[in-house]
């Protein structure tokens, strides 16, 4: 509330009568009355400035009194988003639509206590708008909850009977869900509800009046009244999972292998797997039976463990994998998601919380990442992620020429053939180098290997005076080129691989060999000649135009030409 500083006042005032009066003497009885006349009008002026001042702050004040409310609320809901979405608490909260607002004075094992609380609730979603930084508040998509936790404690006749009547209500009025903004929505349910769990009680209309809910009495009271209301996360949501999932199973939808094998009881008699071998990982190809070699699609650098996931996934329903952080497992689950893609299958992924599912989404490499589909955030992010997947995979399908692509495909399919085979020949002149450098063979009639041929002739050094020529590290037993002039040499057989072969053969210049239109003659002689050979084989040789000396001598001067 406005007030005048009288301090401040006082000392403005003082400055004024000096300024005023400084040339007239205050000891004239005159002067001081008109110096009380000037300091009572300085004190009218200030007071009629404090009550306009007033009016116009009164009027700000109430506009700024909700703005403020409004800044605060936006800053819990802002908070509160951030942990919703970063599950940095040990108590994860929700953010409910409590409609129904009820009053009643319950009686407990420890007491009576006042009950103020909605009777129905609506999850929300908390969205941050990227453009206008507004914070829209959604429904989500689940069912209404029935919030009749503290009744049923209290054991107040007939509450077990009201929900269900509830819940089998809201259920046949799903068209037509719960908000705040639609009275018809939820009056029948609340009528319901205060009709029968209290022979006295009634339902009352207060939002359009503008009355605030009644205290808690003898009687229960349900009103129209909501609010938003923030609290620790429940796991009704299980339930409603576990029920759907009974629902199901009444019906007789199968049950996948993998939690069949969960509620099943373990087989008493031992597992026994057919080997899996993938080309090029450790068996080289090579299954070691009527197995096929199979293909293993990991785009990411991988280890053995990551491979006997793979191979135990095979025969499995499932694979349970445990390891500390920082061991990898996200880095595995993108290899395992893409070895699966590859082969036309479908992969789901979940998680308990939406950072774990975006590290793993970054991890699966950029050409496969567009063809994922995700599900994360809220509702309405999610279904806007899941439409932009659609589109995108939508449109690299439109823009495909099955030909051309099948085209590819078998081109990448026997590139990948021919590396594989290249592969498999490496490692088979690998194991004949091996098998060569560490079999035995027999000296003087006894079986060594290199290691022992090699020890022998170490011992025999000082017996027999072998390796005369003493090796140092002078200049002179240095060898005739340095390490860098030998990775060039290395880098050029590897570059030229099957071409070394030509390196010490003569190539003829390009103009030793003859002209083009020289080779065209010659080409077009040699047709000629395998035409007519042709035909003489054939027995359908032409007859010569004419017999005569000229023709005769260039038939014969041509089969000369063509010896």
Aim: with cysteine.
């Amino acid at each position: 509330m406005p007030s005048l500083d009288e301090r401040v006042l006082n000392w403005e005032l003082n400055k004024a009568v000096q300024k005023h009066f400084a040339e007239k003497s205050t000891d004239n009885p005159d002067v001081e009355e008109e110096i009380q006349r000037f300091r009572a009008k300085w004190w009218e002026k200030a007071r009629r400035a404090l009550e306009s001042h007033t009016l116009a702050w009164n009027s700000w004040a109430s506009s700024e009194r909700e703005r403020r409310k409004t800044i605060a609320l936006y800053g819990d809901l802002f908070t509160l988003m951030h942990q919703m979405e970063a599950e940095q608490t040990n108590k994860p909260q929700e953010l409910v639509w409590g409609i129904g607002i009820s009053a009643w004075r319950l009686a407990h094992e420890k007491g009576a206590f006042s009950f103020e609380y909605p009777l129905l609730t609506q999850a929300i979603e908390i969205s941050l708008d990227d453009k206008s930084m507004a914070i829209e508040l959604r429904s989500r998509a689940t069912d209404t909850q029935v919030e009749f936790d503290a009744i049923t404690a209290c054991h107040v006749e007939g509450a077990i009977e009201v929900e269900k009547a509830v819940i089998e209500h809201l259920d046949k009025h799903k068209e037509r869900p719960v908000t705040p903004f639609d009275s018809g929505s939820y009056s029948d349910v609340l009528k319901l509800i205060a009709g029968n769990l209290d022979s006295k009680g009634q339902y009352k209309e207060v939002l359009l009046k503008g009355e605030p809910v009644p205290a808690a009495g003898e009687h229960l009271v349900v009103t129209d009244a909501w609010v938003l209301l923030s609290r620790p996360r429940t796991v009704n949501f299980f339930f409603e999972d576990l029920k759907r999932l009974e629902e199901k199973l009444n019906d007789g939808c199968p049950i996948p292998e993998g939690p069949m094998a969960l509620v099943s009881e373990p087989s008493d008699e031992s597992l026994t797997f057919q080997a899996v071998s993938f080309r090029g990982i450790s068996s080289r190809g090579e299954s070691g039976g009527s197995q096929k070699p199979q293909e293993l699609f990991f785009p990411l650098p991988y280890n053995e463990e990551q491979v006997t996931i793979v191979k135990n996934l095979t025969h499995a329903a499932g694979v349970a994998v445990q390891g500390p952080p920082g061991t990898g497992k996200t880095h595995t689950i993108a290899n395992i998601i893409c070895h699966y893609l590859a082969q036309g299958k479908r992969v789901l992924v979940t998680s308990r919380g939406d950072a774990a599912l975006n590290v793993l989404q970054e991890k699966i490499p950029d050409e496969v990442r567009a063809l994922t589909v995700a599900l994360l955030a809220s509702d309405r992010e999610g279904v806007r992620q899941f439409q932009a997947s659609i589109e995108t995979i939508q449109h690299r399908v439109s823009q495909l020429n099955p030909e051309l692509t099948m085209e590819e495909i078998e081109r990448c399919q026997s590139s990948i053939d021919r590396a594989h085979a290249e592969l498999l020949s490496i490692d088979r002149r690998i194991n004949e180098i091996a098998l060569h450098q560490l079999s035995e063979i027999e000296v003087d009639g006894v079986p060594m290997r290199a290691q022992k041929l090699a020890e022998l002739v170490h011992s025999g050094n000082e017996s027999h005076g072998w390796f005369d020529d003493a090796i140092s590290l002078t200049p002179d037993n240095a060898p005739p080129f340095d390490d860098s002039e030998a990775g060039k040499i290395r880098g050029a057989r590897r570059t030229l691989g099957a071409d070394l072969a030509y390196v010490d053969k003569h190539v003829p210049s390009a103009d030793s060999f003859p002209l083009v239109a020289d080779i065209s003659r010659l080409h077009d002689l040699l047709v000629e000649r395998n035409r007519i050979e042709h035909e003489l084989h054939s027995d359908q040789l032409s007859a010569l135009k004419t017999f005569t000396p000229q023709t005769l001598d260039g038939v014969r001067a041509f089969l000369q030409s063509t010896d």
